[in-house]
């Protein structure tokens, strides 16, 4: 009888539990499994015996935090719903604070994440809600060109729910078009919509003074009314500015957003 790829039979030779064993790993790899990762299951045996049991039992690992474990491993990065009802002006609901209890990101990853990205509590706002809540923390004082009839994208609302943004933009993703910009995201990033990248980089600000993208711009998931990508950034004296362009060209002061998918 043959065996498969993890279940060899005492005919097996050596070479087939070998070749088996490369094929297991190589569907693996095909599935987005790094070499890091790989090295974890042989250096960690906490780890090891969860995978284990994820295996064996299918049972779930648990990849979810607590807020006070983000917290405390995120220091100044980390901005929870008081942060959101205070700076963005809303009155969460008891079943929309149910949504916060847990934080969708394994202590491995904010621990990865802890000094490049903010972890920040975000309500289900559109862009004009937080221009709203803020309006003296943007460029664009009064009627701000989004804010037209036909701009949807920024009456658009979120999510409530947690999200972890990059403080800056992806290495080495100016002066490339969008494109070429989206070809350098990992697998467990997307690009945050311009509701998000404003709560995030407002409510960071108003907490802790710091101002991130100060003197850049990043290419947000929305585009405007006539098919142009919108980008925030530039966050310095003056305010926040929102502006777009077409995906195509190529800025020097132009990268791209990114957060951390839900583990």
Not at 168 to 190: C, I, K, M, Y
Request: aromatic share 8%; net charge negative; charged share 25%.
């Amino acid at each position: 009888m043959s065996s498969g790829i993890t279940n060899p039979t005492t005919s097996d030779t050596i070479d087939k539990v070998l070749a088996n064993t490369a094929q297991l790993l190589r569907l693996l790899r095909e599935a987005g499994l790094t070499d890091e990762a790989r090295q974890r299951v042989i250096n960690d045996p906490e780890f090891r015996t969860r995978l284990v049991i994820f295996w064996n039992d299918n049972q779930s690992i648990d990849t979810t935090t607590t807020p006070e474990q983000a917290a405390e491993i995120m220091g100044t990065n980390f901005h929870g719903i008081s942060t959101l009802e205070q700076h963005m002006g809303v009155n969460l609901s008891a079943k929309s604070k149910k949504l916060f209890t847990k934080v969708p990101f394994s202590t491995e990853t904010l621990m990865a994440c802890r000094e490049t990205h903010v972890l920040v509590a975000c309500g289900d706002l559109s862009l004009m809600d937080v221009w709203q809540a803020q309006t003296g923390l943007f460029y664009a004082k009064s009627e701000p060109w989004y804010g037209a009839r036909g701009e949807h994208f920024a009456r658009s609302k979120g999510k409530t729910g947690w999200q972890l943004v990059r403080k800056n933009p992806v290495p080495d993703s100016t002066r490339r078009t969008w494109n070429e910009q989206n070809a350098l995201l990992g697998q467990d990033e997307q690009v945050p919509s311009a509701s998000v990248l404003a709560q995030a980089i407002i409510i960071h600000y108003q907490e802790t003074e710091e101002r991130l993208y100060e003197t850049i711009y990043v290419r947000c998931s929305d585009v405007d009314s006539i098919g142009g990508r919108v980008y925030l950034g530039i966050f310095d004296q003056y305010g926040l500015h929102v502006d777009n362009d077409w995906d195509s060209r190529r800025f020097n002061r132009v990268g791209l957003s990114s957060s951390r998918n839900f583990s």
